[in-house]
């Protein structure tokens, strides 16, 4: 990748999925660099009122929009408008997404279950980062452009309860791939962050059974990651400031796939 862009201008940035959890950590991440932040969800609410305070508090301008990105009929207004929010975009995270409604024995697993999952954590972020793609693409760089996919430890860590879901952040992590091979000449970087247990709304319902592991030395860094763990690696990412990497995987977990006897 090279270097052609600016240097120093505020960052304006779409966080899918940011009114809560680890999309409003990566939001407050940015807003502390004093980026332009647009906050993207499915759902408008007390939480997002909480998440657009705390981006001005930390010195970040923000407007919210409200769509549901596995709605790809919504997704041209969405990328429209994110854009326009702040005469531009610089940065795209694919935060949003679901894990399965109710955890099970995968042969129990049902087609609605498994296209939900997928609509929301695949299909739908493989064809918004498309849409802002072909934007960057046809529109000179003055920046650093960059895309950072949210997928996870269940990427490679099997987990037979919740089948669907490792299926859906495994095709995310190809997905990076893909587009790190395919927007590298433009000098746009992708990359994915790959999260291990974090303290969130979506691991609370396993919240003693990984209290129990992370005591039995599941992971070397002895406790739960937390959102805030992510916010600051995703502004690193984004930075620009590595120019000769692109498809990388950064892993977010406290050593849990480090292998170990």
């Not at 610089?90 to 024995?105: E, F, K, T, Y």
């Not at 697993?109 to 960057?136: C, E, M």
């Not at 952040?169 to 893909?178: S, Y």
């Not at 209290?211 to 030395?217: N, T, V």
Request: net charge neutral.
């Amino acid at each position: 990748m090279t270097d052609t862009h600016a240097r120093g201008a505020v960052q304006r940035v779409c966080v899918t999925g940011g009114r809560r959890g680890i999309g409003r950590a990566i939001a407050y991440a940015f807003a502390e660099k004093g980026a332009a932040i647009v906050i993207n969800d499915v759902v408008d609410d007390e939480a997002t009122g909480e998440t657009m305070e705390g981006i001005a508090e930390r010195g970040g301008k923000a407007r919210f929009l409200k769509s549901d990105i596995g709605d790809l009929a919504a997704q041209e207004s969405l990328v429209r408008d994110a854009f326009a929010a702040f005469g531009g975009l610089d940065v795209l995270v694919n935060n949003a997404g679901i894990s399965v409604a109710q955890r099970g024995d995968m042969l129990d697993a049902t087609p609605a279950s498994f296209d939900r999952l997928i609509k929301v954590n695949l299909r739908g972020p493989f064809f918004l980062t498309q849409a802002v793609a072909l934007r960057w693409l046809a529109e000179p760089a003055t920046r650093p452009r960059s895309i950072i996919n949210l997928a996870s430890a269940n990427a490679e860590f099997a987990s037979i309860d919740r089948a669907e879901y490792c299926i859906s952040k495994t095709g995310v992590a190809m997905m990076t791939k893909l587009y790190a091979i395919r927007l590298a000449q433009a000098g746009i970087g992708v990359f994915e962050l790959r999260p291990g247990v974090i303290r969130t709304d979506m691991t609370a319902v396993v919240k003693e059974r990984y209290d129990r592991l992370i005591e039995g030395g599941l992971t070397p860094i002895k406790r739960w990651g937390e959102p805030s763990d992510l916010g600051p690696v995703a502004v690193a990412l984004a930075s620009g400031d590595f120019h000769f990497c692109t498809g990388q995987v950064m892993h977010v977990d406290g050593g849990l796939q480090i292998p170990r006897l």
